[in-house]
Each structure stands twice: as structure tokens, then as C-alpha cells.
């Protein structure tokens, strides 16, 4: 009798819980179908944990002292690329006559150095989305000082370029700095400090022309080369202090790692992340080439390989062809002083001495200062127009003046305009870097800026053999394919079909 009681009890029990239950729902389906949409989402909200994504936390966190020491640090790998790059128009007199060496194995020279660039691009690319960011730049970092100070004890005209070829492989590395310093940077500062970006590469430029100036006429090239990589140095120590991206880490599964990277910015710029946990699905095809081509992103990828083709092109069109016009004295100077009037090309002898003298140092010092004169100007376009049609602007200015170097004028008006020319090709490349930046989501973008990056080097590949060989022929007809190529890559600009100005940086595809 005591058993069946006790069982009757427990069915008794079983049955009022479930009863309670099916009251319970109904009244929630109640509740449900008297309130508006909007309030069955709140309340459902309220009853679900709260979580943020990495693009959330980095706006809440906003601008503060880790993004200036960003700027500062990741800005001086801008000065070492400068100086790598722009060493190449200082040294060509001095390798020309050590080595005798005629205009096409001096263009062969920069051709090199974008050769190492352009095959290791993809790679360092492929390898930061993979890998990681920091890795590649760090080891970019490492690579291009280790090979730029072997180029100093060059015994001959074929190991400087294979050594340089090796340098254009590690500045490939450096590169990738950019996308590392997008992905901290909120929204609404990067078409700011981007930009801003072109003041360190305008300071590595001037820096190896100072040194040429002032070491070369003394001590010789190759202890300018060794002067050179001293930046190089002191920023792979100050680079110990950037963090790995958040962005990449949350990409590859790393939540923990990515929650210390921000609780450190947060910390530094005393701020506070948002409430709740951060929660973002793991993207599993990292690096994947296929992405860029896929239809959401293949007419924007195959304009932007153009535009970085175009962007290179026409900006170390620029640089050699000013160096090129100043060591011949190719230029139309209606006030010539004798010097400048002896002209010279590769017909009268096989090797020509024609170091720069000071006067032609200064006019590359000013042309420099292009470089970051218009910053302001940048800045308003890209965020007044947004960034493809400051690009369509800024492509047609350069067609523009590259055309206007053939008229005869003083060397005042031709300083005036190599200067206007060096700042509208280099605000083109600022626009093309942060578009870039901004239109791949985070699981393909390393490997989107190593492709154009790569596209651009063959554009800095050719461009010596028409500013340096061609120019000795004809100086019209050497200017005239950086022109055409501008007008053609601002009509093709136009046709991209995706505007970032304000846009979130996307995670994936």
C-alpha cells in the first residue's frame, strides 16, 4: 500500500510540473503576440548574453596615445622603404661611371629591386593572412637591412643587383605595415591619418638625398648605403612594441590573444571595451586566392591591379625621370647656366661622368616636399569626394603635368612643376593604398595588397627603361606613356563598383 501511495504521489508530482510548464508557455505566447516586433526583439535580446565584434571594440576604444605611438612607429618603416627605393635615383651616376655602364644596365638596377618586390608580394601576402601580420613585417624589417648592407661591399656591377633584387624582397615584407596599421586605425581617422603617412616616406626620400649631398662627395656611395640601413636598426627594436592585429587574430580562431590585444589599447588609451564578450566566428579560408577573383570582388580586382600598375608607373616615372633630366641636362631651361647648357646622351660616348652637383640636389630636395605640401588637400578629397573619384581627379592632374615637363622654362618653373607633379602622382598612391585597404575583408587582405602591390612593381620594373633609356632618345616621348596611362586608369577608376569612404573594415567575404 505504501509503494502505490508513493508512486500516486510521484505521478501527481510529474503532472502539476508539466502543467505548469504548458501554462508557463502559454503565457509567453501570449505576452508574444500582444507585443510589437519591436519589443518581442528587445526582450529577447535582454534574455541573451552580450557580445561584440573586433570592428565594435575598435570604435568604442577610438583614437588615443597607442594610435599615435602606431603612427610614429609604423610611419618609420615608410622612411626605410623610402630609403631603399629612393636610394636607386641618388646612386645611378656613381654606379654608372665605377661600372661604365650604359642606360639600360642602369635601369636594369631598379628594375631588379622591383623584381624581389613583386615575386615576394604575393608571398609575404599570402603568408601575413595566414600567419600573421607582425611576422612578415618584422621579418621584412630584418631581411631588407641585412641584404642593403651586403649592396655596400659589392665587388661588381652583377652582385649590386642581385643584392639589390634580394633588398626589393624584404621591402615586399615592410609593406604589409599598412594593412597592420588599417586595421587599428577607427573609420572615421583613417582617411586622416593615412594619409599623413606620406610625411615619413617624404623624410626617408629627403634623408638619402642629405646623405648623398653630404657623404657621397666625401666617403664614397657605398658608406652612404651603410649610413642608410641605420633606421632600419632602431626601428626593428621600436617595432617590439606594436601588437600583433586583432583583427587577424580573432580571424584565426586566437579570441584570448585578440582579447589582450585590445584590453592593452583600451588600457593605453584609458579607455573601456564594450560590454559583454567578444564573439566572432573563426574564417577558415585564410590567404585563399580564389576570394579576389570570386564575383563579389573580381571587376574591383582587376581595376585595382591596374591602378596600382598605373600608381607605381607614373610615381617612380616621376622620380627617375627627374633625376634622368637633371644628370643629362635633358631640360628645356630658357635660363640655363653653362653647365646645364652641355647636353648629353649615349651616342657621344659610351660612359659619361655626370655626377649631381649641389644645385640638382636641392631641386630633388623641393620636389620632396611635394610629397606631403598637398596633404591637406589629400585629406579633403578623400573625405569631401571619397576616394574613387580623388582618384579620378588626381589620375587626370598627373596626365596633366606629366605633359606640361616637355615646355621650355626656367629651372624655377621646372622645380615648380616636378614639385606639383611629385604631389598629385604621390596623393594617387595614398588613395590607392587606403582603398585597398579597405575594400578586401580582413581573411583575404594581406594577400589583396600583396597581389597589387606585386601588379604595381611591374609598373616600377618598366618605368626605368622608358625614363632612363627613352628619355636619352626624346623627352616627349618618354613622358607621354606615363600621361596615357593616367587618362586610362581614371576612366577605368570610375568603373569600380565599391565606394569605402566610411565603411566598417568587413572580417569576411
Known amino acids: 500500500m505504501a509503494l502505490k501511495r508513493s508512486s500516486s504521489m510521484k505521478t501527481q508530482l510529474v503532472d502539476a510540473i508539466q502543467l505548469q510548464e504548458v501554462e508557463l508557455e502559454e503565457e509567453i505566447n501570449t505576452l508574444s503576440s500582444n507585443n510589437t516586433p519591436a519589443e518581442a526583439a528587445e526582450a529577447k535580446a535582454q534574455t541573451e548574453p552580450k557580445c561584440y565584434t573586433v570592428e565594435e571594440a575598435v570604435e568604442t576604444i577610438g583614437f588615443g596615445r597607442f594610435h599615435i605611438l602606431l603612427f610614429v612607429i609604423m610611419g618609420s618603416a615608410n622612411i626605410v622603404e623610402a630609403l631603399e627605393i629612393m636610394l636607386l635615383a641618388v646612386v645611378s651616376p656613381e654606379i654608372r661611371c665605377e661600372w661604365r655602364l650604359e642606360d639600360w644596365q642602369v635601369a636594369l638596377v631598379s628594375t631588379m629591386v622591383f623584381l624581389g618586390f613583386m615575386v615576394f608580394g604575393v608571398l609575404c601576402g599570402y603568408v601575413a593572412d595566414k600567419y600573421g601580420r607582425w611576422k612578415v613585417v618584422f621579418g621584412g624589417f630584418i631581411w631588407a637591412s641585412y641584404f642593403s648592407l651586403l649592396t655596400s661591399f659589392s665587388p661588381s656591377y652583377g652582385w649590386f643587383i642581385f643584392l639589390r633584387c634580394m633588398v626589393g624582397c624584404g621591402v615586399a615584407g615592410t609593406s604589409q605595415g599598412f594593412v597592420l596599421k588599417t586595421e587599428f586605425i577607427p573609420a572615421k581617422y583613417r582617411a586622416f591619418l593615412l594619409p599623413l603617412a606620406s610625411i615619413f616616406w617624404m623624410l626617408g626620400s629627403m634623408l638619402i638625398i642629405i646623405l648623398g649631398m653630404t657623404v657621397v662627395p666625401t666617403m664614397g656611395w657605398r658608406w652612404m648605403i651603410r649610413f642608410s640601413i641605420i633606421p632600419s636598426i632602431i626601428l626593428i627594436g621600436l617595432f617590439m612594441f606594436i601588437p600583433e592585429s586583432a583583427r587577424f587574430q580573432v580571424s584565426a580562431g586566437n579570441i584570448q590573444g585578440a582579447m589582450s590585444t585590445l584590453n592593452w589599447i583600451a588600457k593605453m588609451n584609458g579607455a573601456t571595451l564594450p560590454e559583454g564578450e567578444l564573439r566572432e566566428p573563426e574564417v577558415t579560408e585564410r590567404g585563399n586566392a580564389v576570394t579576389l577573383i570570386s564575383p563579389a570582388f573580381r571587376r574591383t580586382s582587376l581595376l585595382l591591379w591596374y591602378s596600382w600598375f598605373v600608381a607605381s608607373f607614373s610615381y617612380y616615372g616621376s622620380v627617375l625621370s627627374s633625376s634622368e633630366l637633371l644628370e643629362k641636362n635633358l631640360l628645356c631651361m630658357t635660363d640655363a647656366d653653362p653647365e646645364h647648357q652641355i647636353?648629353?646622351?649615349?651616342?657621344?660616348?659610351?660612359?659619361?661622368?655626370?655626377?649631381?652637383?649641389?644645385?640638382?640636389?636641392?631641386?630633388?630636395?623641393?620636389?620632396?616636399?611635394?610629397?606631403?605640401?598637398?596633404i591637406p588637400l589629400n585629406i579633403g578629397l578623400l573625405n569631401i569626394f571619397g576616394r574613387k573619384p580623388s582618384m579620378v581627379i588626381l589620375l587626370v592632374l598627373s596626365a596633366i603635368f606629366f605633359m606640361l615637363v616637355n615646355i621650355c622654362t626656367t629651372m624655377f618653373g621646372f622645380t615648380v612643376l616636378l614639385f606639383l607633379l611629385r604631389s598629385v602622382v604621390s596623393m594617387n598612391f595614398n588613395a590607392v593604398y587606403i582603398y585597398t585597404a579597405e575594400v578586401y575583408p580582413t581573411a583575404v587582405r594581406s594577400l589583396g595588397m600583396g597581389f597589387c602591390t606585386s601588379f604595381s612593381r611591374v609598373g616600377g620594373m618598366i618605368a626605368p627603361f622608358i625614363a632612363q633609356v627613352l628619355m636619352s632618345k626624346s623627352v616627349i616621348l618618354a613622358l607621354s606613356p606615363f600621361a596615357t596611362a593616367c587618362v586610362i586608369c581614371a576612366v577605368g577608376v570610375a568603373f569600380l563598383p565599391i565606394e569605402t569612404r566610411g565603411r566598417a573594415l568587413l572580417q569576411d567575404a
Not at 348 to 367: G, K, R, V
Open 343 to 374: 647636353k648629353h646622351n649615349q651616342e657621344e660616348a659610351l660612359c659619361y661622368c655626370i655626377p649631381f652637383n649641389m644645385a640638382d640636389y636641392q631641386t630633388l630636395l623641393i620636389s620632396c616636399l611635394g610629397e606631403v605640401a598637398l
